[in-house]
């Protein structure tokens, strides 16, 4: 199958920009009436319903920030009475307080139907047997893609996070072909795969990877397509919009974002004026279509750019390039910005490293100082010590002219740093211990 729903999904562009306008302006008109906060900052901005005449008006309306919901915790942004609400979900908080975001029976619909329309642009369905393990529960991920691949008639594996070797031996078992999971949990299941005697690309029938939640880079999809033999899709979302929502499709070209759905916008974080497509800002959503939580202008928070151009598949909607990192995630090390996401591609372009590496950033005599520990691959740490010098050196010198930055660099043994089952925590920043 192509497309889920064509009609949608390679709409006009004219069209889908006029299917967007009426239900922003839908959207603006329930919430100044049905929500005291929309409504109050509306009024604050000096806003009315009617002042939306255009798409583009969408930029007269105030912005939200992750910080309205903690400070409405638990649910007093939620618009609906909670006999209408189906499911909740939690978000772990990892700065303050959880946010809860809640779904009612339509928003599920929405959700699980941007989800198939996703798998299937990944070339799954009907026939497929896809692994989900993502976390089951309070995250979003688990029963989000739960959802989506049973509506597209695939058969589901819900092996959640954790139990690896049982998850390898499901995946040989029942003949998995497709694994949903972080990143960085499908680096440790090839791993264990490997001590069991099991090739993920020889052995089992898998080929395709959908993986996200967490920061990524285009050199790691690389190692892991070749490495393992599947084709690797990133996947995008957070829980204030539903949960994981978009993917890439098999153009493997920016990740699809529905229109219909949400309204993408690019803001430079600084002066929080919209950028035109092709520059990189923070992304904010408007979701189009949302009814227990609505979401206007929500600043994620997550540096991308916008293509708006139609991609080679045919789809019509905007797409987003992959996610550098979260606005607070970038270090600022003596002065100059580094996202972990650069780090991980200048190492995943360097032969004799591994997979796994882990960076330190600490002040020491007023100064910032940066660490990057890097495992080595097997060959690698077995070379003489001179020849590891030389990797040493070749490390220091391709992060100082990536980064601008000097690190320092210790070169370790294979499997040596953590592990994640769920999202990777590759950065420990001492200066704010
Ligand atoms: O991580 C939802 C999700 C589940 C997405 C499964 C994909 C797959 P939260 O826990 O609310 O929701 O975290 C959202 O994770 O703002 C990004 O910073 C980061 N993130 C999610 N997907 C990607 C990705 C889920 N593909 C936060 N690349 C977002 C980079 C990502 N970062």
């Not at 090739?199 to 990524?216: C, Q, V, Y």
Request: contains cysteine; neutral net charge.
């Amino acid at each position: 199958m192509k497309c889920w729903d064509p009609r949608i999904e390679e709409i006009p562009k004219e069209e889908l920009h006029r299917l967007q306008y009426r239900l922003l302006k839908t959207l603006v008109y329930k919430l100044y009436s049905l929500s005291d906060f929309y409504h109050r900052r509306m009024k604050e901005a000096g806003v009315h319903p009617d002042d939306i005449r255009t798409l583009e008006d969408v930029q007269k309306l105030p912005f939200m920030y992750k910080s309205d919901l903690r400070d409405h915790y638990p649910d007093r942004l939620f618009t609906v009475p909670q006999e209408e609400l189906v499911r909740y979900h939690v978000s772990s908080g990892t700065t303050g307080k959880p946010t809860v975001v809640g779904y009612t029976q339509r928003d599920i619909e929405n959700w699980t139907n941007s989800l198939a329309r996703a798998l299937v642009s990944c070339g799954l369905g009907r026939g497929d047997v896809i692994q989900v393990s993502y976390g089951y529960g309070l995250f979003t991920g688990g029963l989000g893609l739960h959802y989506g691949a049973e509506r597209i008639g695939a058969t589901v594996i819900p092996t959640s996070t954790g139990n690896t070797e049982r998850q390898i031996e499901l995946m040989m078992d029942l003949k998995a072909t497709a694994i949903a999971c972080t990143p960085s949990y499908l680096l440790h299941i090839g791993e264990v795969a490997e001590k069991m005697g099991v090739s993920i690309k020889n052995d089992t029938r898998l080929r395709a990877a959908i993986l996200g939640a967490e920061p990524w880079s285009e050199r790691m999809r690389n190692r892991i397509q070749e490495w393992l033999g599947v084709k690797a899709y990133d996947i995008y979302g957070t829980s204030e919009l539903y949960g994981p929502l978009f993917t890439e499709c098999h153009e493997q070209q920016g990740i699809h974002i529905w229109g219909d759905l949400a309204l993408v916008e690019i803001i430079d974080p600084e002066t929080n004026a919209p950028l035109p497509a092709g520059e990189r800002g923070e992304l904010t959503m408007t979701v189009l279509q949302k009814e227990a939580l609505p979401i206007v202008r929500f600043r994620i928070g997550d540096i991308t750019t916008m293509r708006d151009d139609v991609c080679a598949c045919g789809r019509t909607h905007p797409r987003i390039t992959r996610i550098e990192g979260r606005v607070d995630d970038m270090l600022i090390i003596r002065g100059i910005n580094v996202f972990p996401s650069q780090i991980e591609h200048t190492l995943m372009g360097i032969p004799e490293v591994g997979r796994e590496f882990q960076i330190v950033v600490d002040r020491k005599a007023e100064l910032d100082s940066l660490l990057v520990r890097v495992e080595l691959t097997h060959e690698a740490f077995s070379d003489r010590i001179k020849d590891l010098m030389n990797i040493r050196k070749k490390v220091a010198e391709r992060l100082q002219s990536a980064l601008l930055v000097n690190a320092e660099v210790e070169l370790v043994e294979p499997g040596t740093l953590p592990r994640f089952e769920g999202k990777a925590k590759r950065v420990v920043d001492r200066r704010k211990l």
